[in-house]
Structures are given as C-alpha cells and as structure tokens.
C-alpha cells in the first residue's frame, strides 16, 4: 500500500498494552487515530481518561457518549491538550471527535436524510505534519429485532452511508471513516459466530451492505494486517463474555487508498476491557504517516 510496514504480531493487535507495540514517544511524525465506543461519557469518563493519558492517540473518535452536547464535559479533554467537537442526543446514540490538532469544516449528520435526528455521524479535517485527513465517527444502527422498522433504518442508513463515501472519495484526499459499526464482517470476527446467525450484526443483507462500502475502494485496517481469528473489540457484560473471550470484532476503520497508503500500523487495545468500570467494548487504531 505504498509504505514498509513492520510485521504484527498478535500482540500488536490483539493482546498488548494500549498503544499497542508503539508508545506516543516513540511514534515520530506519525498520526494516531482511535475509535472507542464508550457506552455513556458519565459512567466512563475515569476509564476513558486513564486510557487517553496512556496511549495519548492524536485523534479519539468516540461514540455512544448518551450525552446532549451542552452536557459533555468537555473540560476533562480540553485540559488534556484536545480539541473537542460533539454531536449528542440525549440519553441516548451520540459521538464525539477529541483532537490534539485543530479541527476544520465540522460537519454532522449523515447526509441523505434530512428527517433523521439520530446523532450518529461526525466529521472533521485534521492536519498532521505531511497531510490533511478526513475523519469520520460513526455509530451505525444495531438494527435489531429483525425483520422490523430497526433493521430497515439500519439497511438505509448503510446505503446513504455508501453514497456518502463514494463522495468523500472524490475528494481524493485521505479518508478515514471509524467507529462501532454493528457489523461482525465474518464469521472469523466472531467467538461463536453460530450464536449471531440470525441478528442484524451479522445476517448476510448486513454483510452485503458492508461489502458494498469497502467494494467503492477502502481498505477495513484490521484485516489489512492480519487474517487471524480471535481479534475482538466487544464483549457483553452478560454471561461472562468477557471471562470466556466470547467476543465480535465490530469496530472498525475504514481507509481510502490514499489513507490506506499512510497506514504504517493498526491495533486493538484488548486488555482495557478488563479494568476498573469498563465499557463493553475496547479502543481500535491505526498510525498513519500523515
């Protein structure tokens, strides 16, 4: 993809500390950004502070904050170097971008649907020291039960979302489109992958639609690295999920050829779910040389 990259192990991806194989010291020019579904901003503001101190990513694009915007508390985040930019619904959906470089042409909203007031989609340019990219938070409909109005909502909003990228990619600048998306892509992304046969995350029109965004030319980072089974970035709180390693992998990052040029790693920071007051799922990121 145009860079040397070092081999993963799968302590890199899988297993290691946050950050992953590289500490913010030791990045040099590159670019940090991170996805974290952190299931309420007051339940996990500690938890999501400790890891922003420790892996110290240039760019955290977050989601379920369940927070209206006039509520985040956004001084946690500015005192700690970040620029912060929110689109909050009340009680519930939500995301937010942190940033320690400054953020251009704030846009919200998926375009497509005028009537749609679910805060789902954040957007923003950041400029690093070689390039300027095109971040995009997301936090794709669940979409279940299904069959029902859920999943529909969750199949259109795929489908604007897809004419979304396809535009972003005209711009012919780095695009990266990051968050909880709610789709467990295989069968490998799964534990048990038996036990989500028949939910919206993972049932073949889901998959499809997925494939449809990647199809327009972007690269999923994860899967760029490495094809091994057992890398997660969710683990219910029920039935000892997370004892077992009964995890999905559905937070992804999704990187237009330009971006996917600059990826040089990518990684998942497993081992916060077992802390103090965890949200269900962990920090999923990528280093660019931007």
Known sequence: MGVDRPSLADDGLGKGAPGGQKGPNDRGASMRIATFNINGIK?????????????????????????????????LFEDRGYNVETHGQKSFN????????????????LPGDDEDEQARWIEATVTGDNHSVRICGLYLPNGNPVPGPKYDYKLAWMERMRRHA?????????????????????DEDAAKPEAWTEDALALPQSRDAFRRILNLGYTEAIRARTAAPG????????????????????????????AADLMTEAG???????????????????DLAA
Not at 53 to 69: G, N, R
Not at 235 to 242: I, K, R, V
């Open 43 to 75: 339940a996990r503001a500690e938890a999501l502070c400790a890891w922003l101190d420790e892996a110290a990513p240039d760019v955290a694009l977050l989601q379920e904050i369940k927070s209206v915007d006039e509520n985040f508390p956004r001084e």
């Open 94 to 109: 939500g995301v937010a971008i942190l940033s320690k470089l400054p953020l251009e042409d704030v846009s919200r909203g």
């Open 166 to 186: 396809a535009g972003l990619l005209e711009t012919e600048m780095p695009v990266v489109m990051a968050g909880d998306y709610n789709i467990i892509p295989q």
């Open 231 to 258: 890398l997660f970035s969710f683990w219910d709180y029920q039935a000892g999920a997370w004892q077992r390693n009964n995890g999905i992998r559905i937070d992804h990052l999704l990187l237009s050829p330009q």
């Open 268 to 286: 998942i920071d497993k081992d916060v779910r077992g802390r103090d007051k965890p949200s269900d799922h962990v920090p999923v990121w990528i």
